[in-house]
């Protein structure tokens, strides 16, 4: 069995594990198959370090255990990633007041008012990096695909004004796209659309 494509790091304990840097370089490399005699040879460190901080790694859950292979005097154990992706729950590095008891965040929401609040965009974020990496990795264990979709676009606003406009307008456009569709026991959908000024401009305004 393959690992499965993203894990999410919800757990500060088992974050702080997976963050010093010889372990960030140990789960880079299992992405292949190795064992601590391999990665002790190729990292250039003792077999008993390499072996030392695999092992920690195996009890977070970060890595398994894919061969033995007898040795003489040895069994080398042939390790690698439980996830192909490591992503971070946004809400580990939050105040614990701040963080949601479940992936639902709909109370952040109406916490956060203003739709044209950088909290608001954050909080929304990652709450949709919470729940897909969730329901991603469980449909990745039951062998299915979870279907998603991602839409994306650029534009240019001559005036700050103009975003509050756009904001409106993409809005209702939604609204009515979203009732059009809206079917009473379909399987519900969570759409979430947020703007912010490209990388490298200025965002201030407004």
């Known amino acids: 069995m393959s690992a499965t494509e993203m894990t999410l790091m919800d757990e500060p304990d088992r974050l702080r594990v997976a963050l010093t840097p010889i372990r960030r370089r140990l789960l880079d490399r299992l992405r292949e198959p190795a064992s601590a005699v391999q990665l ?8 008993q370090r390499v072996g030392y901080h695999i092992k920690v790694l195996e009890e977070a859950g970060l890595v398994e255990l894919v061969e033995e292979r007898p ?57 949709t990096v919470r729940e897909v990496t969730r329901m991603a990795a469980a449909a990745d264990r039951q062998g299915v695909r979870l279907l998603t979709f991602t839409v994306e676009a650029r534009v240019r606003f001559a005036e700050p004004g103009d975003v509050h406009d756009f904001t409106d307008m993409l809005a209702e456009a ?13 399987r519900p959908y969570r759409l979430v659309v947020g703007g912010h000024p490209a990388p490298g401009t200025s965002g201030t305004g407004g």
């Open 40 to 47: 002790a040879a190729e990292f250039d460190l003792p077999r």
């Open 71 to 127: 040795r003489r005097g040895f069994v080398e154990r042939v390790m690698r990633v439980t996830a192909n992706a490591f992503l971070v729950d946004p809400g580990v590095l939050a105040p614990a007041t701040e963080v949601a008891e479940t992936a639902e965040f709909d109370e952040g929401f109406r916490r956060v008012a203003d739709r044209y609040a950088a909290e608001h965009l954050v909080e929304a974020a990652a709450g």
């Open 174 to 186: 939604v609204s009515q796209v979203a009732a059009r569709f809206d079917a009473p026991g379909g």
